[in-house]
């Protein structure tokens, strides 16, 4: 059966025909019209905003597909040495990783949960145990290590073989130091006229 809908004197809505019961509700069911409305504009919301993340997980897929064709990248995700995504062998960006990470040249951020290891380093390393063998920038951990560096070593334990800078820890060590401060409970640099210092220690 046909309903033709009419208003009623508060403004409501009801079918003709209807009970009189049945139209005094009329101002709630239409209440409940209007409420179902948005409900879908929102949920038309909610779809639009899905197709942009997915939009944007797209075009990230697509930076490390590309990747994969080259030996370099601006993302590197690490699990163990060259268990990662993508396997390359030099980042210009950030590498994230969580038992080992490996990268021979490393240029931005590298953030290991247990050991990071780089050949060179232009930027920040950071993990439990920091290892550059050539670096230029910053080394966070509980344990830094660097056969030459120029820059600042903020760990428990720091070890360089050549440096210049800065270290700050509990045991700072340096073979070398071409010119720059210790700051820790034991300061050893074994080319300065006192090689052993407790608080600070430093050769310019």
């Not at 639009?48 to 597909?65: D, V, Y």
């Amino acid at each position: 059966m046909a309903w033709e809908y009419l208003w009623d004197s508060d403004g409501a809505v009801f079918p003709e025909g209807k009970p009189a019961a049945n139209r005094r509700g009329g101002r709630q069911n239409f209440l409940l019209d209007f409420k179902r409305g948005t409900c879908s504009a929102n949920r038309g919301i909610e779809r639009r905003n899905m197709k942009k993340i997915i939009a944007i997980a797209a075009l990230f897929m697509a930076g490390f597909s590309t990747a994969f064709a080259a030996d370099s990248s601006w993302g590197k995700l690490s699990l163990f040495d060259t268990a990662a995504l993508p396997d390359v062998k030099t980042v210009k960006g950030i590498e994230l990783g969580l038992v080992y990470s490996n990268t021979p040249d490393l240029t931005g951020f590298q953030f290991t949960f247990l050991y990071g290891r780089t050949e060179n380093l232009t930027g920040i390393q950071m993990a439990f145990v920091a290892n550059a063998k050539k670096a230029s920038g910053i080394q966070l951990g509980a344990a830094n290590m660097t056969s030459e560096m120029t820059g600042a070593q903020l760990a428990f334990i720091n070890y360089a073989e050549t440096f210049t800078g800065f270290q700050l820890g509990l045991v700072n060590y340096v073979k070398t130091m071409q010119s720059g401060l210790q700051i820790g409970f034991v300061n050893i640099i074994t080319n300065s006229k006192l090689p052993a210092m407790v608080i600070a220690n430093a050769k310019f």
